[in-house]
């Protein structure tokens, strides 16, 4: 139990377009999902928590306008990256947590690539 | 801001020896998890620790948690080859709103 899908695992897009990531939990309710930012041999930045119903909140230095997030049922949200620039090319890691207990399950990424 | 400090950034070993990483909290935690992540994979959850000076053991994983709740380590005994990967320690001070910080990581190689 508890899996949680990405889609898609890559995408390779020009500079200037946006991209949509959606996050999936398949088999368990997510109150709340985690969308995380790793960049090479680093480690796993929070960029945004979102609950169902209500506006994400954002971490610190990430521009809310740049990386839109909906949350608009239990078992979805969507990253979208707007204008992509090169520099926004990372893996993009979401978490879902159910109504019970710490354990966040994560997802398996998106390789975004901006050219 | 709160940080996550874990060391060290590498270890390499021979297999059968023994590895140990260390997590240190800058401020005191509600819980902290452990995540093992595989070359080009993503973040699986190890544990997590609540209790103060708790120890939790999977097999040759001994995972403890400090009395102030403040640190944490991982240790592991006997290396195998299927250890590879990097490991991650992720605290939550927030009072459980999920809101993990997560350590650099302790990349983990292991000579056959």
């Known amino acids: 139990g508890a899996v949680v899908s990405q889609h898609p695992s890559w995408v390779i897009c020009k500079s200037g377009t946006s991209v949509k990531i959606e996050c999936r939990s398949l088999?368990?309710?997510?109150?709340?999902m985690f969308w995380y930012r790793q960049f090479p041999k680093q480690s796993l930045m929070l960029m945004a928590t979102?609950?169902?119903?209500?506006?994400?909140?954002?971490e610190q230095g990430v521009e809310k306008d740049k990386f839109l997030i909906n949350h608009a049922s239990l078992t979805l949200s969507t990253l979208t990256v707007t204008s992509a620039h090169p520099e926004d090319s990372s893996f993009y890691i979401c978490?879902?947590?159910?109504?019970?207990?710490?354990?966040?399950?994560f997802g398996p990424g998106t390789r975004l690539t901006v050219l | 801001g709160q940080q996550v400090m874990q060391i060290p950034q590498y270890q390499h070993v021979q297999e059968g020896e023994d590895f140990t990483t260390y997590c240190n909290s800058s401020?005191?935690?509600?819980?902290i998890q452990w995540y093992k992540q595989r070359p080009g994979g993503h973040p699986v959850f190890l544990i997590q620790?609540?209790?103060?000076?708790e120890v939790k053991k999977q097999k040759r994983l001994t995972f403890q948690f400090g009395e102030a709740k403040k640190n944490s380590s991982l240790h592991i005994t006997a290396t195998q080859t299927t250890d590879v990967g990097t490991y991650f320690c992720?605290?939550?001070?927030?009072?459980?709103?999920?809101?993990?910080?997560f350590g650099q990581g302790t990349t983990l190689q292991v000579k056959p």
């Open positions: 978490s879902a947590r159910g109504t019970s207990g710490y354990t966040q399950y």
């Open positions: 088999d368990f309710q997510a109150t709340t």
């Open positions: 979102s609950n169902e119903g209500s506006k994400a909140t954002y």
């Open positions: 401020t005191t935690l509600s819980n």
């Open positions: 620790l609540v209790k103060s000076g």
């Open positions: 992720a605290g939550d001070s927030s009072g459980n709103t999920g809101k993990l910080i």
